[in-house]
């Protein structure tokens, strides 16, 4: 039950952020949820593979590349979703930043009860 919940946790944040970040496009809440089951399966599957390929550049940038995989991540999201658009990699970079605030925020809210 709560992995429903923090998937359609998920979906409200990335709803909200459509509506708030010009260079991003959700064609309906049907969609949000399909992006946030997408995204939690990336971050399962290819994001780990790309953490330890990355490693050198990850250690001297002191995690900060970490972003830009998670950058990278919403870019394959976007490449596999049809009703879910990213204008480019600032953009994406910007989402990604955002969404995990949000999903702290979120989720937080949700451990809290």
Not at 15 to 27: E, N, Q
Not at 54 to 80: E, K, R, Y
């Amino acid at each position: 039950m709560n992995l429903i919940i923090r998937i359609l946790l998920t979906a409200v944040a990335v709803v909200l952020l459509a509506y708030i970040l010009p260079g991003v496009d959700v064609s309906g809440f049907g969609a949000a949820i399909i992006v946030a089951v997408v995204l939690g399966l990336l971050n399962i599957f290819v994001k780990p593979i790309l953490v330890i390929l990355t490693l050198p550049i990850t250690v001297v940038t002191l995690g900060l590349f970490l972003l830009v995989i998670n950058a990278l991540i919403i870019l394959i999201a976007n490449s596999f979703i049809t009703g879910f658009s990213v204008d480019g990699f600032w953009i994406a970079l910007l989402f990604s930043l955002l969404l995990s605030v949000l999903q702290s925020i979120l989720f937080s809210v949700l451990k809290g009860d």
